[in-house]
């Protein structure tokens, strides 16, 4: 009673009365009210680094497109760790720059390949860093596809069942260097299968699998693809990875058939153009950890920004990594993930 219709509001399941009895201002008046009432807290626990390691000698190479990064050498792998160690970062994540590319990617399989020296050198340094592999061919194969080339009608592609075997390989050497998880990122169908076989059949059965389950084929990848010398010669990636005007329902296809194949962490990626996604997978899926990938290209258009002087790097960096995290991710894959973690602490943000 007393309240006209344009002074009552519903929110959720109570009636608030309307203005002037609410004043949401009140709220925000001071500071440790809005720090007390936030929900989404930014923690470098969750965040996961991307490390980029070729095997081309001892320089440490600038990444040009994504200013901050590097193609760093296997000797120059100390130090970056002990500053991730002292940062409190959640993990790495590797990818591997071969001195040599062939058809296969075979250096991916191989023990004295670059990823099995990085991993064994990194736990040289620090046993207790958490070492995530991606599990994907696009690094190692001199066409740039994920896999093993076949044929799909009248087009070359990757040929998803000779790369499942390839997967499982890889995944089983990373193991046995000495990776704690490993995170195919491929889009091959039955790719959790056939990884968790093996490394159940190796004696790997305590080592988790974070699947990158939903990944479209996005521009965004472009700053990546010249990190990791991974860009196809020919065509593009779209007949494996998801289009972006599918059916948003079809990320939860993909991401029951990797649960069903034994995928312990899910990922949406990209992360930004797909909070939509994050969200919907997050609220199918209450239970399931899930990870968001902040890509090469989200975080190199900031860069460039910044680079001009129009914007605030820190200030958006720390407000995208809210918004993915709001949207439902329990990690974050982030080029920032060092910046973040400094940023973090100081007061002046
Ligand atoms: C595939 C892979 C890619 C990325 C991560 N794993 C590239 C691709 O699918 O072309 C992209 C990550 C980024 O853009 O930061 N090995």
């Given amino acids: 009673m007393g309240h006209s219709r344009r002074e009552e509001l519903w929110v959720g399941q109570c009636r608030m009365p309307g203005f002037p009895l609410t004043r949401l201002r009140r709220l925000r008046y001071h500071p440790a009210i809005r720090r007390m009432i936030q929900a989404t807290h930014l923690d470098p626990r969750r965040w996961i680094l991307p490390l980029f390691i070729h095997a081309k000698g001892d320089e440490k ?28 970062l959640g993990g790495v994540l590797l990818f591997g720059i071969p001195a040599h590319k062939d058809a296969m990617g075979c250096d991916a399989l191989r023990d004295s390949g670059i990823i099995c020296q990085a991993i064994k050198a990194i736990k040289d340094v620090a046993p207790d860093l958490l070492v995530i592999t991606d599990e994907c061919f696009c690094e190692y194969t001199d066409h740039g596809h994920c896999g093993v080339l076949g044929r799909a009608g009248n087009q070359d592609t990757v040929d998803n069942d000779k790369t499942l075997r390839m997967l499982a390989w890889q995944a089983v050497a990373h193991a046995r260097a000495g990776a704690d998880m490993v995170a195919p990122s491929g889009m091959m169908d039955g790719m959790v299968q056939a990884i968790r076989s093996a490394l159940d059949e190796a004696g790997f059965t305590h080592l988790p699998i ?28 779209r007949s494996y990875q998801m289009d972006p005007a599918a059916a948003a329902e079809q990320a939860l296809r993909e991401v029951e058939l990797d649960v069903a194949e034994g995928a312990d962490i899910i990922m949406v990626k990209p992360a930004l153009a797909y909070l939509d996604i994050i969200r919907m997978v997050k609220d199918n899926f209450p239970g399931l950890p899930l990870a968001a990938y902040n890509v090469s290209g989200e975080y190199s258009m900031v860069q460039a920004a910044a680079e001009k002087g129009w914007l605030d790097p820190r200030r958006i960096a720390l407000e995208m990594l809210t918004a993915i995290h709001r949207a439902g991710a329990d990690i974050v894959i982030t080029y920032w993930a060092k910046d973040a973690a400094h940023w973090l602490d100081s007061s002046d943000l």
Avoid: T, V
């Fill in 61 to 88: 190479k600038p990444i040009k497109s994504m200013p901050g990064h590097f193609q760093l050498p296997l000797s120059g792998l100390r130090a970056e760790i002990k500053e991730i160690m002292q940062l409190g």
């Fill in 210 to 237: 974070m699947s990158y389950s939903a990944k479209y084929s996005s521009a965004f990848y472009g700053p990546f693809r010249e990190a990791a010398e991974s860009a196809p010669r020919f065509g593009d990636r």
